[in-house]
């Protein structure tokens, strides 16, 4: 696990607690989730320092049901896909079996000192099936059925509701099973659906749509971000090809790799923007810009306005600016 991979967890996870109302601030820092020397850790104690922010977010709210209902409710674009996975793949151990016509996804989250609370995984089963869901194209797809190996709770019902599927409590691992035919629908052709497979089902996901080569450098260009602006010969190094190759293969799509570093970052820009999780000092760099200043500009070339305006705006009712709604990449000239 590297650092990256935790703070963007971190993150993740803060600004969907925060969007629900939460304080998370203080939370995290009680969980030794500071965003510093708190992740400098290994993936068992990261594990642990989550299971006990979970612990201390239900103690806080009152309500044990808060896992199922922070994750994101609207549809993500492809990247908000990637974003999603993220947000749990670094602490998850995951396994994949076929059966009868159906595929049971089985999720381990380990700890070392502390238990893992049920909520942290009604979060993560959340998020897998919002992003299959959005992976699809379709917001009914929902699991044949759930399972999981802790006893059954109060208003148990409400689990049936959310994923719209029987819930079962008490059984020997944490499952959640889905038909084939859907499941396939979110996935490429052929995708690895062997036992010990999980984290490549997961990440496929990820990668679901649009299927061309602009896109898997795109959701590599997603990944790198955080890091500082990506390099050209770093992305080609990771696809294993010349920079001269990568060059050719986008202009064959009619775009180039600066023309795609800078439309990755608007599209996450427009949907960060919209949503209002990040501060503006906090997603400047995490769409590797040096400084705000670089990526006030930027927002100002991209949808004419201030991205204090868009974040205002967002919570306006009415449609958003035009602007904001165009997503097409653009062709290299």
């Known amino acids: ?37 708190g992740l400098a850790c290994d993936a068992l104690t990261l594990s642990d320092k989550l299971s006990h922010l979970w612990e201390l977010v239900v103690e806080k709210s ?7 209902k922070i994750s994101s409710p609207h549809r993500l674009g492809w990247l908000g896909v990637m974003g999603h996975i993220m947000l749990v793949s670094p602490t998850v151990q995951s396994s ?18 502390r238990d893992v609370p049920r ?19 379709r917001d009914d797809i929902a699991p044949v059925v759930v399972e999981y190996t802790f006893p059954e709770p109060a208003n148990a019902y409400v689990y049936a509701e959310t994923f719209g599927c029987p819930v079962k409590f008490s059984m020997p691992h944490n499952v959640m099973e889905f038909s ?49 602006p990506p390099h050209r010969d770093d ?28 439309d990755t970052r608007r599209e996450l820009a427009r949907q960060s923007l919209s949503c209002g999780e990040l501060s503006l000092k906090m997603l400047s760099f995490q769409l590797g810009f040096s400084e705000p200043s670089a990526f006030y500009r930027a927002c100002k070339r991209w949808f004419g306005m ?15 600016p035009e602007s904001m709604n165009a997503t097409t990449p653009r062709k290299s000239a």
């Open 1 to 37: 696990m590297t650092y990256s991979s935790a703070l963007h967890l971190v993150r993740g996870v803060k600004s969907r607690l925060t969007h629900s109302g939460v304080e998370a601030e203080a939370l995290f820092a009680q969980a030794g989730l500071d965003e510093g020397d």
């Open 62 to 68: 009152g309500d044990p049901l808060i896992g199922l």
């Open 96 to 113: 994949i079996e076929r059966c009868h016509g159906h595929t049971r996804v089985g999720l381990l989250l380990p700890g070392a000192r």
């Open 119 to 137: 909520q942290r995984y009604d979060f993560v089963w959340c998020v897998l099936l919002r992003s299959l869901r959005c992976a699809a194209g």
């Open 180 to 228: 084939d035919t859907d499941l396939v629908m979110a996935l490429p052709a052929n995708p690895p659906l062997v036992p010990g497979s999980g984290e490549r089902v997961l990440a496929t996901l990820a990668r679901a749509e649009p299927p061309t080569f602009s896109a898997k450098v795109q959701g590599l260009l997603a990944s790198l971000l955080p890091k500082g």
């Open 235 to 262: 992305v080609a190094a990771q696809l294993m090809m010349s920079e001269r190759t990568l060059q050719r293969r986008l202009s064959e799509e009619g775009t180039s790799f600066t023309n795609l570093v800078d």
């Open 306 to 320: 201030a991205p204090s305006d868009i974040v205002h705006m967002a919570h306006q009712p009415g449609p958003e």
